[in-house]
């Protein structure tokens, strides 16, 4: 059974941090992409940060980059994203993805998780 299982979400002032986590199985983990997509109410889900398999490159949206940081544990088939300064419009529900490469594209993502809920007050 495919199962990739997002937690750590919740509600946070702004200017606080949350560290999301994704649990992978059923699937292999290894030699794959991961990444980190979110959609907000009445938007298209936008993409977030992407880490390649061996965890040594790794690509962040405009609006993330130098507060966001995904991380990957392969032993623990467990992708991270760790989220500081968050601000109100990081308000979404984040979803993690196993992809063919690390891409800002959907179309590159084959599995996804359920998405986990990121709410952040002003």
């Known amino acids: 059974q495919v199962q990739l299982v997002e937690s750590g979400g919740g509600l946070v002032q702004a200017g606080g941090s949350l560290r999301l986590s994704c649990a992978v199985s059923?699937?292999?983990?290894?030699?794959?992409?991961m990444g980190w997509f979110r959609q907000a109410p009445g938007k298209e889900r936008e993409f977030v940060a992407a880490?390649?398999?061996?965890?040594?490159?790794?690509d962040y949206a405009d609006s993330v980059r130098g507060r966001f940081t995904i991380s990957r544990d392969n032993a623990r088939n467990t992708v991270y994203l760790q989220m500081n300064s968050l601000k109100p419009e990081d308000t979404a529900v984040y979803y993690c993805?196993?992809?063919?490469?690390?891409?800002?594209?959907?179309?590159?993502?084959?599995?996804w998780g359920q998405g986990t809920q990121v709410t952040v007050s002003s």
């Open positions: 993805a196993r992809g063919s490469s690390r891409s800002t594209t959907r179309t590159e993502y084959d599995y």
């Open positions: 059923g699937l292999t983990f290894v030699n794959y992409a």
């Open positions: 880490i390649n398999w061996s965890a040594g490159f790794a």
